[in-house]
């Protein structure tokens, strides 16, 4: 049927293509809309009608692929429940509080929670394993780790932390012997003889650098004891005072070709008193001896030795200033608990230093001699 349109209207005719094929005009309603019905494929293929609500909204119904509905409540707002798996492969709620805020306890391998105080924070005790066992790591006052490098036990059977001023200070060839206390002043008296004290008695003494017979840095500092008079030659360094009342005095030495005595003494100032500790190879009588409270040597160890100008031993002493008394006595691969022996004191002359003092005793109308290759006085001493 043909429709007649007056001259100053213009007629649009719409039409689709059906499913078949088939040319279908679209339709407008009493008001001119155009209605358009929506149709999807449902999982098994059929062809649904997508549904709107009264006043004209898509509405959608969300689906899980278990075929469950998701649950938006009345405000429109969709709830979920998070779920975790255990460690048994069980399906768990996962908590939220009171604000919707979640919840979470963290629980170690063991089955042990990790702790939270009042202010949110973990806190975690570190532990390490030593010799098959748990150890908890500390931390200073300020919370930080500390880390220290650690030697092997050394000759003494002394297991030592070291820091990183003291490994550079034993990086020298001279601090090897017995590792225990830190450096305080080492010499080897490469670069000449340093600023000492001098002294000698009789013909021919003598303090000098030598190239001859040395061990370490090309010279050795020797000591020629006069043949007449108190015979003796002497070196004695004053360093400045540190802390700790525990010193050690170490040093390596040849003897060439007697001698009555070759000694080392550490003294300084402690309070109201000079104290002094001193260590010295009697060669007279083969035996080791202590400076005592009567300021005179006494033999506390047989020892016997052999010398000559090639021949370098060392020996160590330490000494507690704080209570006068010795702590220790090294010789060569020997080691003497010196605790029980108590050094000399006298009142203090006001000095606030360390003195270290080698000295060399000759024979009456000889010139014996003592080569000192290096020495290390130590502070911290255990």
């Known amino acids: 049927m043909s429709i007649e349109l007056p001259d100053w209207l213009r007629g649009t005719l719409l039409l ?17 809309q155009i209605n358009v019905l929506l149709r999807g494929a449902d999982a098994l293929g059929n062809v649904r009608t997508v549904r709107v609500d009264n006043v004209g ?48 306890v963290p629980r170690g391998a063991s089955g042990n929670y990790l702790d939270v105080d009042a202010s949110g924070y973990l806190s975690a005790v570190l532990k390490g394993i030593y010799g098959g066992a748990l150890h908890t ?47 305080l002043y080492s010499e080897d008296f ?29 010279y050795s500092l020797k000591l020629t004891g006069g043949s007449t008079l108190l015979t003796y030659a002497s070196f004695w360094m004053r360093l400045g005072a ?17 001698c009555q005595y070759f000694g080392i003494q550490l003294a300084r100032d402690w309070g109201a008193f000079t104290r002094i500790g001193g260590m010295n190879l009697d060669m007279d009588t083969n035996n080791l001896e202590y400076l005592n409270a009567a300021y005179t040597f006494t033999h506390f160890q047989a020892k016997t030795v052999v010398v000559g100008p090639r021949i370098f031993h060392k020996m160590k002493l330490v000494f507690d200033f704080a209570t006068g008394k010795y702590v220790r006595g090294l010789f060569d691969g ?28 000759s024979r009456g109308a000889n010139n014996d001699m003592a080569y000192v290759d290096n020495f290390t006085v130590t502070t911290n001493e255990p």
Do not use: C
């Not at 020997?334 to 000095?351: F, I, K, L, N, R």
């Open 334 to 361: 020997t080691e003497y608990d010196m605790s029980a022996y108590t050094g000399y004191s006298v009142g203090a002359v006001g000095t606030d230093d360390v003195q270290a003092i080698f000295t060399i005793l």
């Open 16 to 32: 689709g293509r059906d499913g078949a094929g088939n040319i279908i005009p679209i339709l407008v309603d009493a008001a001119g």
């Open 190 to 218: 490469s670069k000449g003889l340093p600023a000492a004290y001098i002294l000698g008695s009789g013909v021919g003494w003598a303090v000098a650098i030598d190239p001859v017979y040395w061990r370490t840095g090309g």
């Open 57 to 104: 909204q898509l509405y959608a119904i969300l689906r899980g692929a278990g075929g469950n509905d998701v649950s938006v409540d009345a405000a429109g707002n969709l709830a979920a429940i998070l779920k975790g798996i255990d460690g048994l492969g069980n399906l768990r709620t996962l908590l939220v509080d009171a604000a919707g805020q979640a919840i979470m």
């Open 242 to 258: 540190p802390p700790s009342g525990k010193l050690g005095l170490q040093v390596e030495f040849a003897i060439d070709p007697d």
């Open 137 to 183: 790591i500390a931390v200073d006052v300020n919370g930080r780790i500390e880390a220290f490098l650690m030697d092997g036990a050394d000759q003494w059977g002394q297991s030592l932390r070291i820091g990183m001023a003291e490994l550079g200070a034993r990086l020298s060839n001279l601090h090897t012997y017995d590792w225990r206390g830190s450096s």
